[in-house]
């Protein structure tokens, strides 16, 4: 058993919250293990991974024997127990509430709009074998498309970042969600230049932790263009 | 100025902000908003939240939304004692936990019972087809059970040995199938249990105040702006 404390965290890349939580890491410089679970193999249902995670889900982190799961519980509390530079989750009270305002509504908004064109485009076909189903794909590019404005005008208007002047963890959450229909070769930013100014900014502020992260996510896109 | 909460007590997230207000005597000034009548559209309300939900919350020049983030501002502004939010980081991690997975994990769940079981049919004349109400109750039974063997467990309380900022999020949630006739407690013992527990720490008669919206039956509403809500609602959960 290796000594030393070292964050173990179980990730599929694959999986937009997995990424945010990796980027993290990687960022704050917190040391750390990544353990990958193949969601595709069925590495989650397996009776030893059931057994740190019940609900068979990614991301899991494992600190010195403390389980923690859900990717927003992860990235606050690695941000406070190991001394990041604040700006990620801010202590000032109010810089905290736009944080925890962000990372509450990203689980009703971001995060299911943008992974239902993924799923619909890609995963979807890629399990059934069928065509995708253009009727329910032009209503989740819609509502993807509400959510999008309301990233806009709600949470970038007059600001860097979705939560103030500086990158904080939501914008991790965000990035990761929104990169995730690329698997697909959509870019769903496209002619939305604000968005698209804020990912840039985004992926400045993290650098190559941001392509590494990515990597699997942007073989999928390669492999799915070929395929076309 | 007081710190105003905006609330529509019909909602689970408003029940929870409320509650947690009322029992740490926290002073505000109570702002209704009737979501059946369509006030979160006003203009006076888009001041204060883009999100254009509740419960939104202003103090002086600062204005929030998300209940989570409300009742995580609330803890710290106003020093409320350590067990609803503790400092300890695991046990925060642990609350911070299920605050997040309840999002979708019963919330949504909750609210579509809500809405397919009594609202719909009741309040708007919509009929419900039978194979999604069915699958409603299936994943709110799924969430119930999930809530009772991952978070509560053995334990009196989701973080442990108190009342926290979860349970209290959780209790408003799984009560508002009970709003429309649905008994979630029966043949679940341990949330049954559970639910006397917060009940308890919350105070029967504050419990019961928060409640009585979601308990009262139908709500009334304009019959003019019925349309425009079951188009809505149809889109959301049909």
């Given at each position: 058993?290796?000594?030393g404390?070292?964050?173990?965290?179980y990730l599929?890349l694959?999986s937009?919250?997995?990424?945010?939580v990796?980027i993290?890491?990687?960022?704050?410089?917190?040391?750390?293990?990544?353990r990958?679970?193949?969601l595709?193999?069925?590495?989650?249902?397996?009776?030893e991974?059931?057994?740190l995670n019940?609900m068979?889900k990614v991301?899991?982190?494992?600190?010195s024997?403390?389980?923690l799961t859900e990717s927003d519980?992860i990235?606050?509390?690695?941000?406070?127990?190991?001394?990041v530079p604040?700006?990620?989750?801010?202590?000032q009270?109010e810089?905290?509430?736009?944080?925890?305002?962000?990372t509450?509504w990203?689980h009703?908004?971001?995060?299911?709009?943008?992974?239902?064109?993924?799923m619909?485009e890609?995963?979807l076909?890629?399990?059934s074998g069928?065509?995708?189903?253009?009727g329910?794909?032009i209503?989740?590019?819609?509502?993807?498309?509400d959510t999008?404005?309301?990233?806009?005008?709600?949470?970038?208007?007059?600001?860097a970042?979705?939560?103030?002047?500086d990158?904080t963890?939501a914008?991790l959450l965000?990035?990761?969600e929104?990169?995730?229909?690329?698997g697909g070769?959509?870019?769903?930013l496209?002619?939305?230049?604000?968005?698209?100014r804020?990912?840039?900014?985004?992926?400045?502020?993290?650098s190559?932790?941001?392509d590494?992260?990515?990597?699997?996510?942007y073989a999928?896109r390669?492999?799915?263009?070929?395929k076309l | 100025?007081?710190?105003?909460?905006?609330?529509?007590l019909?909602?689970q997230?408003c029940?929870s902000?409320?509650?947690f207000?009322?029992?740490n005597?926290i002073?505000?000034?109570?702002?209704?908003?009737?979501l059946?009548?369509g006030?979160q559209?006003?203009?006076?309300?888009?001041k204060?939240?883009l999100i254009r939900q509740?419960?939104?919350?202003?103090?002086?020049?600062?204005?929030?939304a998300?209940?989570?983030a409300?009742?995580?501002?609330?803890?710290?502004?106003f020093?409320t004692?350590d067990?609803?939010y503790?400092?300890?980081l695991?046990q925060?991690?642990r609350i911070n936990?299920y605050?997040?997975?309840?999002?979708?994990g019963?919330r949504?769940?909750g609210?579509?019972?809500?809405?397919?079981?009594?609202?719909?049919p009741?309040?708007?004349g919509?009929e419900?087809p039978?194979?999604?109400?069915d699958?409603?109750?299936e994943?709110?039974?799924?969430?119930?059970?999930?809530?009772e063997?991952?978070?509560?467990q053995?334990?009196?309380f989701?973080a442990?040995?108190h009342?926290?900022l979860?349970?209290?999020?959780?209790i408003?949630?799984?009560m508002?199938?009970?709003?429309?006739?649905?008994?979630?407690?029966e043949?679940r013992?341990k949330?049954?249990?559970?639910r006397?527990?917060v009940?308890a720490a919350?105070?029967?008669e504050?419990?019961?105040e928060a409640?009585?919206?979601?308990?009262?039956g139908?709500?009334?509403?304009?019959?003019?702006?019925?349309q425009?809500?079951?188009?809505?609602?149809?889109r959301l959960?049909l």
């Amino acid at each position: 058993m290796a000594a030393g404390r070292q964050v173990e965290v179980y990730l599929d890349l694959m999986s937009q919250p997995c990424r945010a939580v990796h980027i993290f890491l990687s960022c704050a410089g917190i040391p750390h293990r990544v353990r990958t679970v193949a969601l595709r193999k069925g590495e989650n249902r397996t009776p030893e991974f059931t057994k740190l995670n019940p609900m068979q889900k990614v991301p899991v982190m494992v600190d010195s024997g403390f389980v923690l799961t859900e990717s927003d519980a992860i990235l606050k509390y690695l941000a406070t127990r190991y001394n990041v530079p604040e700006h990620w989750y801010p202590r000032q009270p109010e810089r905290r509430a736009r944080v925890d305002e962000y990372t509450a509504w990203h689980h009703s908004n971001t995060r299911p709009h943008a992974a239902k064109v993924f799923m619909l485009e890609v995963l979807l076909p890629a399990q059934s074998g069928s065509q995708v189903d253009e009727g329910r794909l032009i209503r989740a590019l819609s509502q993807l498309d509400d959510t999008l404005d309301k990233l806009e005008t709600m949470f970038l208007r007059r600001q860097a970042f979705l939560c103030g002047d500086d990158i904080t963890v939501a914008d991790l959450l965000a990035i990761c969600e929104l990169m995730q229909p690329l698997g697909g070769g959509r870019d769903v930013l496209q002619g939305r230049p604000q968005l698209q100014r804020w990912r840039s900014r985004v992926q400045s502020a993290i650098s190559d932790a941001f392509d590494r992260a990515h990597a699997i996510l942007y073989a999928v896109r390669d492999r799915h263009k070929a395929k076309l | 100025m007081a710190l105003e909460l905006y609330l529509d007590l019909h909602s689970q997230p408003c029940r929870s902000v409320y509650m947690f207000a009322k029992k740490n005597n926290i002073p505000f000034e109570f702002k209704k908003i009737s979501l059946l009548d369509g006030e979160q559209y006003g203009e006076e309300f888009g001041k204060i939240t883009l999100i254009r939900q509740v419960p939104a919350l202003r103090d002086g020049d600062f204005c929030l939304a998300e209940s989570i983030a409300i009742l995580l501002y609330l803890a710290e502004k106003f020093k409320t004692a350590d067990f609803w939010y503790p400092a300890d980081l695991q046990q925060r991690a642990r609350i911070n936990e299920y605050l997040s997975w309840q999002h979708t994990g019963i919330r949504l769940h909750g609210s579509k019972v809500f809405w397919l079981q009594l609202l719909l049919p009741k309040l708007l004349g919509v009929e419900v087809p039978q194979d999604k109400l069915d699958a409603a109750l299936e994943d709110l039974d799924s969430s119930l059970k999930l809530i009772e063997e991952k978070f509560i467990q053995d334990k009196p309380f989701i973080a442990g040995d108190h009342i926290s900022l979860a349970d209290l999020v959780a209790i408003a949630e799984v009560m508002q199938p009970v709003g429309s006739g649905l008994d979630v407690f029966e043949g679940r013992p341990k949330l049954s249990a559970w639910r006397d527990r917060v009940q308890a720490a919350i105070g029967k008669e504050l419990f019961d105040e928060a409640h009585q919206m979601i308990l009262g039956g139908v709500p009334v509403m304009d019959v003019s702006k019925m349309q425009v809500l079951k188009s809505k609602i149809i889109r959301l959960f049909l």
